[in-house]
């Protein structure tokens, strides 16, 4: 499916990798080529899928760079989602059923109760100015390797449930996790979370997270770490807390 269009860098040599740089202000893919090269249309180049060419492209390097514009599997625009009171999403509207890279647009503070829920082709989300995600926002989404969320404080009931392929993700004001949060992460292995006060009950139950950084956490709820028997290292500064929720020898750490 064609979505909105969106700017990155791809480099076309051996498996082809995408570049990790976005630039928001640009409206197209340039996939530049570092060798000769023939590019049909439905081919994929890194995570992008070339739509609407109706005859092979051949690219050729020799001296400089050429580049082929080619539409992005990346819902970034106000179009692609459904949005209530001017700043929450509620969902994936028609125009970008199969987006599997989502971009969040900057005016958008909240992400929904179950908004998200269920969805099998997400693989990453970055939300630069959300600061609240509702319960079940994220459940089951099992394709879903990395979240990029900067200013989000506060993190519903279930919100990440069972996303087992989740493995990066980046939240270094959250203050809040909500109950069974991260329950069922088996591929995400470590966790900073500076400002982090407050833990869920059963919010990590099952993971198999190894360590964890939050400092300043001052109440963990009862089982929040229940099956996680892969944690070894938890840094924390109340150390009478950390020993009474974790009894593992040596786990706790001073910051």
């Known amino acids: 499916a064609e979505l909105n269009q969106y700017h990155i860098s791809c480099n076309l040599l051996n498996d082809t990798t995408v ?44 001296k400089d760079y050429y580049s082929l514009v080619i539409p992005a599997v990346i819902a970034t625009s ?66 879903l390797k990395s979240i990029t969320m900067p200013e989000v404080e506060s993190i519903g009931n279930a919100a990440f449930y069972d996303n087992t392929a989740l493995t990066n993700v980046i939240m270094p004001n959250v203050t809040t996790i909500g109950k069974q949060t991260f329950t069922n992460t088996a591929a995400l292995k470590s966790l900073n979370m500076p400002v982090l006060n407050t833990i869920g009950a059963d919010a990590f139950y099952g993971s198999k997270i190894d360590s964890v950084n939050m400092p300043k956490v001052t109440n963990i709820d009862k089982d929040a770490f229940r099956g996680a028997n892969s944690l070894n290292s938890v840094t924390m500064t109340d150390q009478d807390l950390c020993r009474q929720k974790f009894t593992k020898a040596g786990i706790c750490k001073l910051p």
Request: glycine share 10%; charged share 15%.
């Open 19 to 62: 570049s990790n740089t976005y630039d928001f202000d640009m409206d197209t893919v340039v996939a530049t080529v570092s060798e000769d090269k023939t590019v049909l249309d439905g081919q994929f180049i890194g995570d992008f899928e070339v739509k609407g060419l109706t005859n092979p492209q051949w690219l050729f390097n020799g």
């Open 78 to 143: 106000s179009d692609c989602f459904n949005i209530t009171n001017g700043n929450t999403i509620t969902g994936l509207s028609n125009n970008c059923p199969t987006a599997t890279k989502l971009v969040i647009p900057t005016y958008v503070t909240g992400i929904g109760a179950n908004a998200f829920k269920g969805n099998t082709a997400l693989t990453s989300v970055i939300m630069p100015n959300v600061t609240t995600i509702g319960d079940y926002a994220f459940r089951n989404n099992s394709a």
